[in-house]
Structures are given as structure tokens and as C-alpha cells.
């Protein structure tokens, strides 16, 4: 009987009431704050997107008559009109042309300066740094007036090579801030490992260490994407009226803005606004996860 009393488990405690029904709900006050906090959010940046691309289908009428209510029907009039009155088709495609190669080199260029000054030491390494770091503090509409002489100087005025070279320019500070803190993160035994091998520095960089560091460079890219497309003021200042062919879309819409009050196409300013938002969407929605993994790989690693 002593036997059986010895080998019989201890039975716990049992937690008091408050501990109880904290866990069988865990969230907590708090945590509902926060989580009607981001419905919130979500309702103000959902809504405004919404009620643009349903707009998009409706009449002037309806427009000023009732904002809340929906289309009466479907049509695609407004997108055509946008597309080829208001030449938003051209435009897109130069947008895409501009971004495509401005993201590019700025990913080159940025990635590689991040790397040295992240995992080389010498002179002159911290102010370089610092000088890029820099650029992120310095608000681009101070600079627009220089930037417009600086640029047509160097005959690249109304070009698409200008914008490129001063897309790169203004998005590098970011990219090397980003990207340098992200390649501190690797870890150094794999990079001599491949330099006791016989890889050189340009070799070890491209294929060691870049696949390493995809997470951090995928999600750089997209913000990269996003802030290049969604880009305004550049484009206005170094795109005059005089090559409205080569204008980006953020012009077009802005043309078909100003040129509402006149024809008053307000379903086709809305269909423009549209054609802006939904690229860019698409692109965030299919690279979410990359972009999320990349802004926490670099804290787990």
C-alpha cells in the first residue's frame, strides 16, 4: 500500500480563476485595441481604393449624386477613353520602361556598395556610410531647382535616361541603408570558405553571397518598385510639356486632373487613377511574403 502511494503523481496546483480566464483568452484587452485599431486602418486604406475603381464605371451623374451608391452598370467606356484619348496606355508602358531600368541599377549599384561597406574595413568606410545615409534626410523638393540645371547641363533633359539616372541617385540612399544592415547579418564563414577556395571578391559577392541575402534584396526591390512608380515631382520637373510622348503615368493622370474641370471626364479620371493603383497592387499582393521575410530575416539570423 506504501508502494502504491509512493508511485502515485503529484498532482498540481490548480491555477487561480483570474490565471484561468487569462488563458482561455489570451488576447486580452489589449489585444483587441489593437486589432480594431488595424480594422480601422484597413477600412481607410481599403475604402478610398474601392470607391476609386467602382467610380470608374459610373456616370458624372452618379458620381455627384450619390458617392456611396454603385454603378448602374458595368461598362469599360471611361477605362477605353483613358487609354487612348488620354494616351495612359503610352504612359504606363513608359513608366514600366523608366522603373524597370532605374530599379535595376539601383539594385546593382546599391547592393554592391552595401556589401563593402559592410563587410570590408577601411578608411574612410563610416563617413561613405554616413554620406549615404544622408541622402535619406534630405527632402527631394529642396533639390528640384539645381537638379533641373544639373540635368540639362549634362543634356539629358527630357529624356528617359535622365529620370533613370536621377531615380537611381535618390533611391540608393535607402537601398544601401537597408541592404548593409542585412548583409551584416550573414554569416562571414561561408564568404572565406569560398576565398580559401580561389573565389574572387566579384565572384564570392554574385554567387555566395547575393543568393544569401534574396529575402533582403526582393523586398528593397519592391519598395524600390513602389516608390519609383508612384513618383511625381522628378518626373514633372525633368519630363516637360514638351515631350508629353515620353510622360510617366503619374503626369497622365495629373493631365487628366487638370482637364477634368474643362470636360469634366471624371469616370475617366478615376479609370486612369485605376490603371496607376492596380500594377503596383499586383505586384505587392504576389511578393507579400518575400517582402515580410526580408524585413524579419534579418533579426532572426
Wanted: proline share 5%; net charge positive; aromatic share 14%.
Amino acid at each position: 500500500m506504501a508502494t502504491d502511494t509512493a508511485r502515485k503523481p503529484a498532482t498540481r496546483p490548480s491555477a487561480p480563476a483570474h490565471v484561468r480566464r487569462r488563458r482561455r483568452n489570451p488576447i486580452g484587452a489589449f489585444g483587441v485595441l489593437s486589432h480594431l485599431a488595424l480594422l480601422v486602418w484597413a477600412i481607410l486604406i481599403v475604402g478610398p481604393i474601392l470607391w476609386t475603381f467602382l467610380s470608374s464605371f459610373k456616370t458624372n451623374t452618379e458620381i455627384f449624386g450619390d458617392a456611396v451608391t454603385l454603378p448602374a452598370s458595368f461598362g469599360w467606356d471611361a477605362w477605353g477613353r483613358a487609354w487612348e484619348k488620354a494616351h495612359i496606355g503610352q504612359y504606363m508602358l513608359n513608366t514600366v520602361f523608366v522603373v524597370a531600368c532605374a530599379t535595376a541599377g539601383t539594385m546593382l549599384l546599391g547592393s554592391m556598395a552595401a556589401y563593402v561597406l559592410a563587410r570590408y574595413t577601411f578608411p574612410g568606410n563610416r563617413l561613405i556610410y554616413f554620406l549615404f545615409v544622408s541622402g535619406m534626410t534630405f527632402p527631394v523638393f529642396l533639390a528640384l531647382v539645381p537638379l533641373f540645371f544639373v540635368v540639362k547641363n549634362l543634356g539629358l533633359l527630357d529624356t528617359h535616361l535622365g529620370v533613370i539616372l536621377v531615380y537611381i541617385a535618390y533611391s540608393l540612399p535607402f537601398t544601401v541603408f537597408f541592404l548593409s544592415a542585412f548583409f551584416k547579418t550573414l554569416p562571414t564563414s561561408v564568404a572565406e570558405a569560398a576565398m580559401m577556395d580561389g573565389c574572387s571578391h566579384t565572384r564570392t559577392f554574385f554567387q555566395i553571397m547575393v543568393p544569401m541575402a534574396k529575402p533582403g534584396l526582393v523586398s528593397i526591390t519592391i519598395f524600390n518598385i513602389l516608390g519609383q512608380w508612384n513618383q511625381y515631382l522628378l518626373p514633372i520637373v525633368l519630363l516637360t510639356g514638351n515631350v508629353e510622348d515620353k510622360w510617366l503615368i503619374t503626369q497622365g493622370v495629373a493631365n487628366i486632373s487638370t482637364n477634368a474641370g474643362y470636360e469634366a471626364d471624371w469616370p475617366g479620371l478615376f479609370a486612369a487613377l485605376s490603371m496607376a493603383i492596380v500594377p503596383v497592387m499586383i505586384v505587392y499582393i504576389i511578393f507579400q511574403r518575400q517582402i515580410q521575410s526580408g524585413l524579419t530575416s534579418g533579426a532572426v539570423k
